[in-house]
């Protein structure tokens, strides 16, 4: 199975607090795990990226956890702005030469101010 | 550069029609993939390209083909359109396929 699971489905968050996103995985051969955001009419686009061998990835204000052991990673919005409502989708690729990049179903955030 | 840019932005087509999606890449990048978006379901795979004249399924490809003439284009077809298929369509390439991908702006096909 190469499922990407991620939850929740939806999720409000007032201005300035923490949005928090997770994701599981089932094939323990996925070594790359990125997260693109997609915002209204537009495509997804990068955000933030992760290999197994680090625990955590920060880049500003996005921060990547990454669970080796229990396949999971999760993606923490700190100080949440109404600009970073969008939808976010979670995403992993296995080393065993597959170009198929296999996405969560998505999260749909919305930052109230 | 342009990245990755997709026409029609919008198509009605009525059942049984068929269409070209368009894809132009100006990165240079060898692989390219068809993703539908359909409400809470994420993104699905359709077909993907790893170079030109080499093209493979994803996970949804039926009632789709392509073809990969140059490195540049990816256009995707729907022969007979049925309502199924009716989702947001998006384009996407990237230099290797474990890196990032960059995705055009989609087309919204409604099928009725």
């Known amino acids: 199975q190469q499922q990407v699971k991620q939850s929740p489905q939806s999720l409000i968050v007032q201005k300035g607090g923490i949005s928090i996103i997770n994701c599981a995985y089932e094939n323990t051969a996925f070594d790359y795990f990125p997260w693109y955001q997609q915002f209204p009419g537009k495509g997804p686009a990068l955000l933030i990226a992760?290999?197994?061998?680090?625990s955590e990835k920060k880049e500003g204000r996005f921060t990547i956890s990454f669970n080796k052991s229990a396949k999971q990673f999760s993606l923490h919005i700190m100080d949440s702005q109404p600009g970073d409502s969008a939808t976010y989708f979670c995403?992993?690729?296995?080393?065993?030469?597959?170009?198929?990049?296999?996405f969560g179903k998505g999260t749909k955030l919305t930052v109230n101010p | 550069n342009a990245g990755v840019t997709q026409t029609p932005k919008f198509r009605i087509l009525k059942i049984g029609q068929s269409m070209t999606l368009q894809c132009t890449q100006d990165?240079?990048?060898?692989?390219m993939y068809w993703y539908r978006q359909d409400p809470g379901m994420g993104l699905k795979l359709i077909y993907y390209s790893v170079g030109a004249g080499i093209t493979d399924k994803g996970e949804v490809p039926n009632g789709y083909n392509v073809s990969r003439s140059t490195t540049e284009d990816f256009p995707l077809r729907l022969e007979l359109a049925a309502p199924s298929q009716t989702s947001v369509y998006f384009c996407?390439?990237?230099?290797?396929?474990?890196?990032?991908?960059?995705f055009g702006p989609g087309t919204r096909l409604l099928v009725l």
């Open positions: 992760i290999r197994p061998d680090v």
């Open positions: 995403a992993g690729i296995h080393q065993g030469g597959s170009e198929k990049l296999v």
């Open positions: 996407a390439s990237s230099y290797r396929h474990r890196e990032t991908q960059y």
């Open positions: 990165m240079n990048h060898n692989y």
